[in-house]
């Protein structure tokens, strides 16, 4: 039975449509794409915010810049690339239910969730594989950070909207192969999205006064072909090791994927670094065989992993570092808005708020 008191959206696309014979007719060279003006040890602009859902135990937003394009003004309203914002709510510790049975830990439960505008291809309002995926992922770096000892018998709650994701390459190729979205070849816009993910989910734990033996922050490293020497095309990631490296190879940290024609690998890192401690990694993509590497390179491909690791490492330390300062700054100002408190509480009780009186007949 229809609800009648409200309004249904059409199932279909928000967006403007663009039509097959138009998308086919547009200008998708190379010189469309966007360009990596950042050094490979470069990360993005990062903007972090905390406490902004009153209604939650700690909140915290996070936004990347998108690639940046030196075509000059578009003329197309397909955008070039996308940015990476996400969106976080952690709700507990609350006692669990009476029928559940006793836990001397809290019990940790992650749910991340892509909103239906967050690719170009509408996502479903039901958790599909890669969601879940990503939430077992982003549970196992939480919960070795988390101090459960302290909140027996208790659950958390860590909720992910996902706004805005990062996509797995450049749109002119997926107009070209009839593809769109976050499910096209490869699966590497899921790297960045996890590394954000980890770091926002930071944030909303610290900004909820949930014990951690330290800060976790996320971090992504890739390695990719310089532009102008691979064939054309992409070929997704498999699962060998058997692929050589070839001599235009490079590791790039919090790479995305729309700035280059080739990714032949990614790692995410989830870095406490206090402890030197990593609580959650994910590999993904092909390394080069041992013969083929000695030859050309000298590095084994252990060597060449560790490498990507460390790499991954050094941007969860970038990514650190802005975590740190904007929870200072949460820090000092909830600070400065008790003292104000108090001070109006205290001017309140000197003043004599009684008057008398007068009864007359």
Not at 265 to 291: N, Y
Not at 292 to 305: D, F, H, Q, R, V
Request: net charge negative.
């Amino acid at each position: 039975m229809a609800d009648r008191r409200r309004i249904n959206g059409p199932s279909g696309g928000t967006v403007a449509p663009v039509f097959a014979s138009s998308a086919n007719n547009l200008d998708v060279g190379e010189s469309k794409r966007p360009a990596r003006t950042r050094r490979p040890n470069e990360l993005r602009k990062i903007f972090l915010k905390t406490g902004l859902t009153p209604s939650a135990s700690g909140s915290a937003y996070l936004e990347l810049d998108p690639p940046s394009t030196n075509n000059g003004p578009s003329t197309s309203l397909i955008a070039p690339s996308s940015a990476l914002k996400l969106t976080c709510t952690v709700h507990g510790p609350r006692p669990l239910p009476r029928s559940a049975s006793f836990t001397p830990h809290i019990l940790l439960s992650t749910h991340v969730k892509f909103a239906p505008f967050a690719a170009r291809q509408r996502r479903g309002y039901i958790r599909d594989a890669s969601e879940r995926d990503l939430a077992v992922h982003l549970e196992t770096a939480l919960r070795g950070v988390i101090i459960g000892d302290r909140w027996p018998k208790s659950g958390v709650e860590v909720v992910i909207t996902v706004l805005e994701g990062e996509e797995d390459r450049w749109w002119g190729e997926e107009v070209g192969e009839g593809t769109t979205g976050l499910d096209g070849l490869g699966g590497w816009g899921m790297m960045t999205v996890l590394a954000g993910c980890i770091t926002v989910a930071s944030a909303a734990i610290a900004d909820a006064g949930i014990d951690c033996v330290d800060l976790i922050s996320g971090g992504v490293a890739a390695m990719v072909s310089t532009p102008g020497q691979t064939s054309k095309g992409r070929q997704g990631p498999g699962t060998g090791l058997g692929k050589s490296l070839p001599p235009t190879a490079q590791v790039v940290l919090d790479p995305s994927p729309a700035e280059h024609e080739q990714v032949m690998a990614a790692c995410v890192v989830a870095h406490l670094p206090f402890r030197d401690e990593i609580t959650e990694l994910w590999f993904k993509g092909d390394l080069p065989s041992s013969s083929t590497a000695e030859a050309e390179n000298s590095t084994s491909p252990a060597t060449m992993l560790n490498r990507l690791i460390d790499q991954a490492v050094e941007a969860a330390s970038g990514a650190r570092t802005v975590l740190e300062e904007e929870l200072r700054e949460a820090a000092e100002f909830k600070l400065k808005r008790n003292e104000v408190n108090k001070q109006a509480r205290s001017d309140g009780k000197g003043k004599d708020t009684s008057s008398d009186v007068d009864m007359s007949d």
